[in-house]
């Protein structure tokens, strides 16, 4: 199943969805388990996808492998998350109004940017 056949869905777990079938091949639930997924969305290879529901999460979708990541942000609620062109960074805006850019490898913030209003997380 390629990512051009497939869509994503989330509430409290994160649903890989197989529309041709029908069928839900795939889903992850955050090990703490207590928010819902304000936003998901896939890596331009559509191997990864990336969520927020407080905190960010890298998810691996691809063969046998579903690994979840969890990126600390501790210090502020992330609403909403997207990848770079690459899929090494992630791009994630939070309720204090700062967009924050990871570096996945090493889960660390690379840079950090203040806004003046909440990030829109809307798609164009």
């Not at 509430?11 to 091949?25: E, F, I, K, Y």
């Not at 998901?40 to 559509?46: E, K, L, Q, T, Y």
């Not at 969520?51 to 999460?57: D, I, K, T, W």
């Amino acid at each position: 199943m390629t990512s051009e056949h497939r869509f994503a869905s989330a509430a409290d777990t994160v649903c890989v969805w197989d529309p041709s079938q029908l069928t839900r091949p795939f889903s992850k639930t955050p090990s703490d388990g207590t928010r819902h997924f304000t936003s998901v969305r896939w890596s331009d290879n559509g191997q990864l996808l990336v969520a927020a529901n407080g905190s960010v999460s890298v998810i691996q979708v691809s063969g046998t492998d579903t690994s979840m990541l969890r990126l600390d942000t501790e210090d502020s609620d992330a609403v909403c998350a997207c990848f770079a062109a690459s899929s090494r960074q992630v791009l994630s805006g939070h309720r204090d109004t700062t967009v924050k850019m990871w570096n996945v490898k090493n889960k660390s913030v690379a840079k950090t940017l203040q806004l003046f209003a909440a990030p829109n997380c809307s798609r164009a």
